[in-house]
């Protein structure tokens, strides 16, 4: 039977080996995939690692202008105040439904949803808000073209 480590074939081995070794900073890898694996737990069972849980944010609608800023950025001004949804499909507004007097800036996939094209329309909006300083912001789910002024 022939030699399998035959002085041809002992580098080759030796390389492999040495490929199959755990590099550097492995220490680190552990630990990172320990603390991942923590957080994705936490994430499941809906406990924060904190000790704090985690509340659900609410879909709110508002109505008001849509208008753009100097930096292209939409807002919506002349808004109603965010009301939280209580039903899934809510009957949108009558296009003479009252405006307010907030502004709010509309974040999320805004071409998606084309509203460049809705800028100075009176319009009903559904999405999730995240409080901000100086504005408000809004991740847009859902706009309804109510009328093409905004009166």
């Known amino acids: ?3 399998l480590l035959s002085h041809h074939a002992l580098p ?3 390389r492999n080996r040495d490929s199959c070794r755990e590099p550097r900073g492995r220490d680190t890898t552990v630990v ?3 603390l991942v694996c923590l957080l994705v737990v936490c994430f499941v069972i809906g406990a924060s690692p904190l000790g704090v849980a985690a509340q659900p944010m ?3 609608a508002i109505v008001g202008c849509v208008d753009s800023d100097e930096r292209g950025r939409f807002l919506v001004t002349q808004a109603t105040a ?3 949804l209580q039903e899934r499909l809510p009957e949108p507004p009558p296009p003479n439904s009252p405006l307010g007097n907030e502004t709010i800036r509309l974040v999320g996939t805004l071409d998606e949803f084309g509203v460049s094209r809705l800028d100075g329309h009176k319009v009903w909006i559904k999405g999730l808000l995240n409080p901000g300083d100086p504005l408000d912001l809004l ?3 859902s706009i309804t073209d109510l009328s093409s002024s905004c009166e």
């Open 1 to 3: 039977m022939p030699n």
């Open 58 to 60: 609410a879909i709110v």
């Open 82 to 84: 965010p009301t939280a």
């Open 32 to 34: 990172s995939r320990r």
């Open 12 to 14: 080759a081995a030796r």
């Open 139 to 141: 991740n847009l789910t």
